[in-house]
């Protein structure tokens, strides 16, 4: 993986933080909740850019 794909993975996790508890998933509150929630939104890409890879 280079730089570029790390950063889009970051910045996707990100957004995954902030979105999550407005759709009404959340773990709580605080900053360890919006670092579940980033490493869950990061592991959910991850899944799916492999999945996409392998069809």
Do not use: Y
């Not at 407005?22 to 909740?33: D, H, K, P, Q």
């Amino acid at each position: 993986m280079g730089v570029e794909s790390l950063l889009v993975f970051i910045i996707i996790g990100a957004i995954a933080g902030w979105l999550f508890p407005r759709i009404g998933f959340s773990i709580g509150g605080g900053t360890l909740a919006a670092i579940i929630h980033a490493t869950i939104g990061a592991i959910i890409l991850l899944v799916l850019v492999k999945v996409l890879k392998r069809a």
